[in-house]
């Protein structure tokens, strides 16, 4: 993957502004001249990467302020077509949100075969879990074409933990969304790939039984709501 190092042709950025400083001290000065987050952007180049997360739905109710916090911490990176953003398997520490692009996602089989879970496009996230825990990777993510992504390493999602505790927890709940979606879309895939191969099992005298109590608790409660009043 490589980090990207200016962002468009016509951008007005210079190349060198992307360059990562280990240490900065933020001084008063004009905001023009500022420098924002652990890479020390410079005002043009968040503003630029706010305008890359208009394609993103996660960041939609994040007011201006706390966009620009959580931006000045992420990267810029792109990938080539084939290219691999990560391996199942290998530590994971950093999630991305996708721009442009196509990145496919392959769990690998008991048989040894990659098989394809997902094709993710612009809007998306990927690799949600590496900023929240320390696991492995549980799959394998590829670039099916040239891809623009924002990254976000775990240890600068924590710096706006520290920086902005507010932003850090909207953040996290925003996450925490995307992340219960995506297991529920695995549940409704793994239900109907079971049905598909034969392997779901027919719960429908149990599915009546707990109707039928609920039917039942539902009636009483009502009756002794009738003798309350």
Known sequence: ?????????????DSEELVELDDAVFEEVPVQQRLFGPFNYTKDIVDAIVEMTQVI???NNFD????????????????????????????GAE??????????VFKMTQGGQHALLSTLS???????????????RSATAIASEPTTMLTLK???????VAVDA????????????????????????????CETAGEATDYSNLME?????????????LMAAGRAA
């Open 1 to 13: 993957m490589e980090e990207l190092t200016n962002l468009t042709a016509d951008s007005g950025i």
């Open 57 to 59: 739905p996660l960041f």
């Open 64 to 91: 201006p302020m706390q966009l620009r916090v959580i931006v000045s911490h992420m990267k810029i990176a792109r990938l080539d077509a084939g290219e691999c953003l990560f391996s199942e398997g290998e530590e």
């Open 95 to 104: 999630m991305g949100f996708i721009v442009s692009g196509r990145v496919k």
């Open 122 to 136: 612009r809007g998306r996230s990927i690799g949600e879990m590496a900023v929240i825990d320390s696991f492995t």
């Open 154 to 160: 775990r240890k600068h999602f924590d710096q706006i």
């Open 166 to 193: 507010l932003t850090g927890f909207a953040f996290m709940k925003a996450l925490a969304r995307v992340v219960c979606l995506h297991l529920r879309q695995t549940s409704n895939q793994y239900a109907d790939s």
């Open 209 to 221: 039984k707990l109707e039928s109590r609920s039917a039942q608790r539902a009636q009483l409660e």
